[in-house]
T-cell receptor, first 114, second 114 residues
Framework: DAKTTQPPSMDCAEGRAANLPCNHS???????VYWYRQIHSQGPQYIIH???NNETNEMASLIITEDRKSSTLILPHATLRDTAVYYC???????????????FGQGTILTVHP | DTEVTQTPKHLVMGMTNKKSLKCEQH?????MYWYKQKAKKPPELMFV???????INESVPSRFSPECPNSSLLNLHLHALQPEDSALYLC?????????????FGSGTRLTVV
């Protein structure tokens, strides 16, 4: 599985954009980048995913570099409720028995301050 | 219905007990998953079911026995557990195992083995 590297923790002021980086230098051409978050004591929540183009939805934007070796999740206007652990995951590509597996790394603890 | 429902929310069991965790979804998803999460750690994949068949077993001890009676229901049968098996057990589902589908997670069952 392609591994991801994220900073262990980040802080952000409420109302400002939170930019969460992720390195995935061994990603394969057919592997997707997924972002999930987990608020304390809840199940993980899907945020967004992408292959090579930038993606945006109602929650966040995902910027993937042209070489696909890194990506950034952007929460445009962070609120206190966005305080959570954010996981960047490379989803196993097609072929083989492990395809589609979602393997969580350590994640980034994002703390949004008033 | 866009939820994954897990019951019970909390469970305390002795090491000689037999208990079951239940997971249900009515989104028409054909892949279902069990994860285990210890405190302050990321979720770890245990089992993957695809179209009601066990596709992946991540070398989980036999005291954990999954079952998928139909496409909406996933059970995890527990027997002779150890105190170190105490954790949050998360169920998830996705449209299928394909890499382009996000997972929907339940809120989990918090299990304590005494």
């Amino acid at each position: 599985d392609a591994k991801t590297t994220q900073p262990p923790s980040m802080d952000c002021a409420e109302g400002r954009a939170a930019n969460l980086p992720c390195n995935h230098s061994t990603i394969s051409g057919n592997e997707y980048v997924y972002w999930y978050r987990q608020i304390h004591s809840q199940g993980p929540q899907y945020i967004i995913h992408g292959l090579k183009n930038n993606e945006t939805n109602e929650m966040a934007s995902l910027i993937i570099t042209e070489d696909r070796k890194s990506s950034t999740l952007i929460l445009p206007h962070a609120t206190l409720r966005d305080t959570a652990v954010y996981y960047c995951i490379v989803r196993v590509g097609a072929g083989g028995t492990s395809y589609g597996k979602l393997t969580f790394g350590q994640g980034t603890i994002l703390t949004v301050h008033p | 219905d866009t939820e994954v429902t897990q019951t019970p929310k909390h469970l305390v069991m002795g090491m000689t007990n037999k208990k079951s965790l239940k997971c249900e979804q009515h989104m028409g998803h054909r892949a279902m998953y069990w994860y285990k999460q210890k405190a302050k750690k990321p979720p770890e994949l245990m089992f993957v079911y695809s179209y009601e068949k066990l596709s992946i077993n991540e070398s989980v001890p036999s005291r954990f026995s999954p079952e998928c009676p139909n496409s909406s229901l996933l059970n995890l049968h527990l027997h002779a557990l150890q105190p170190e098996d105490s954790a949050l057990y998360l169920c998830a589902s996705s449209q299928d195992r394909g890499r382009n589908y996000g997972y929907t997670f339940g809120s989990g069952t918090r299990l304590t083995v005494v």
